[in-house]
Structures are given as structure tokens and as C-alpha cells.
Nanobody, 126 residues
């Protein structure tokens, strides 16, 4: 059984930075694909950024490209989402996800992930 626990969300102002953490228990992240998704009120869950360990492939959604990075600390079995220059439209519940993904093209699909965290709220005020 794998458990993912996100933390680091909160209320920030536009232009601020925030780093979210996702700690895993029960399984190592080291060979998994990991990603961050988000869901704003009244909207569908959307892909933010993901990393496939095999080949070191990372992809970010156009809406956040250049403002977010994903990183891992395999020793701590933790994945991070660093978000800079936050905008009010970044307000959402952020979820981390992990799974064994065979091809990088599936990195953006939430159906490709086996494990999900409970989410952490990020609110950006203007």
C-alpha cells in the first residue's frame, strides 16, 4: 500500500512563491513517474507538471511553464513542486500522483497514475 501526503499549501499573494511537498510511504519514488495535478472549483482536474524517472523526462503544462519545477529527493522519498510568480488563476487543490508509466506520452493522463495524495489547497490572492 502506497500513501502520498501533500503539504505546503496555503494563502499567498500574487507574485509570491510556494513549495509543495509530497511524501511517500510504502514504496520508493525512485523508479516511478510522479506528477502534480490541480483542480480549481468548478473545473476538471488538470495536469501541472510531471517527471518520468526513466530517461529523465519532465513536462509542464503551458499554463505554468517557466514558473514551476518538479524535483525529487529520493533519500527522503519526497517530491516537490516549486511554484514561482503565482497568479490568482493558480488557485486550486494540488494533488501529487505516482505510478509506473511505460511511455512519456502518458505522463499527462491522470488515469495513468496508480496512487494519489489527498490534496493541498493553494489560494493566490490578487
Amino acid at each position: 500500500q502506497v500513501q502520498l501526503v501533500e503539504s505546503g499549501g496555503g494563502l499567498v499573494q500574487a507574485g509570491d512563491s510556494l513549495r509543495l511537498s509530497c511524501a511517500a510511504s510504502g514504496r520508493s519514488f525512485s523508479t516511478s513517474a510522479v506528477a502534480w495535478f490541480r483542480q480549481a472549483p468548478g473545473k476538471e482536474r488538470e495536469f501541472v507538471i510531471g517527471n518520468r524517472w526513466s530517461g529523465g523526462f519532465t513536462y509542464a503544462a503551458d499554463s505554468v511553464k517557466g514558473r514551476v519545477t518538479i524535483s525529487r529527493d529520493n533519500a527522503k522519498n519526497t517530491v516537490y513542486l516549486q511554484m514561482n510568480n503565482l497568479k490568482p488563476e493558480d488557485t486550486a487543490v494540488y494533488y501529487c500522483a505516482a505510478g509506473t508509466i511505460a511511455t512519456s506520452s502518458r505522463l499527462l493522463l491522470d488515469s495513468a497514475y496508480d496512487y494519489w495524495g489527498q490534496g493541498t489547497q493553494v489560494t493566490v490572492s490578487s
